[in-house]
């Protein structure tokens, strides 16, 4: 079964003479288990792509379903409880928050999704100490290095089990 399907795809920003097209007629399916690889000159559109798939941009045209979801036609609102059970994201520039320990950043994404306090921990703490961030769990984002915020939003990434 494929967890996700692309269809000719297209984003382009603008119009007129001043458009942009940073996606352009992209198809490709992706296994459940497959691990795929996009690559590109920069400016080439990846981090577009993975925005559109993320569900955070919307395409001008083309299909994108996640686990059977079509992302292209959903609401908004129902977009966001899709995102949070099906997708983990990791962004470029990490976007943890700044106020909030290692730990609790992780967290936070059990607590919005319904965890108990208690199970969200446990699991953020468990995700933390596979990523070898276990004397960093107290840690504000400006006490950590760069790669180690980054081990922060894979896990954070992680937390709900995405598909």
Known sequence: MNIVEVHNLRKVFG????????????SFDVERGQIILIMGPSGS???TLLTLL????????GTMRINGIMLTTIKKKKLSAVR???IGFVFQSFNILQNLTALENVQIIGDISGLSAKKA??????????????DRLTYLPSQLSGGQQQRVAIARALMNDPH
């Open 45 to 47: 559109g990846k981090t």
């Open 121 to 134: 921990k446990e699991r953020a703490t468990k995700l933390l100490k596979k990523l070898h961030m276990d």
């Open 54 to 61: 993320g569900g955070l941009l919307t395409p001008t045209s």
């Open 84 to 86: 949070l059970a099906h």
């Open 15 to 26: 119009k007129g003479d001043t458009a942009v097209t940073a996606v352009n007629d992209v």
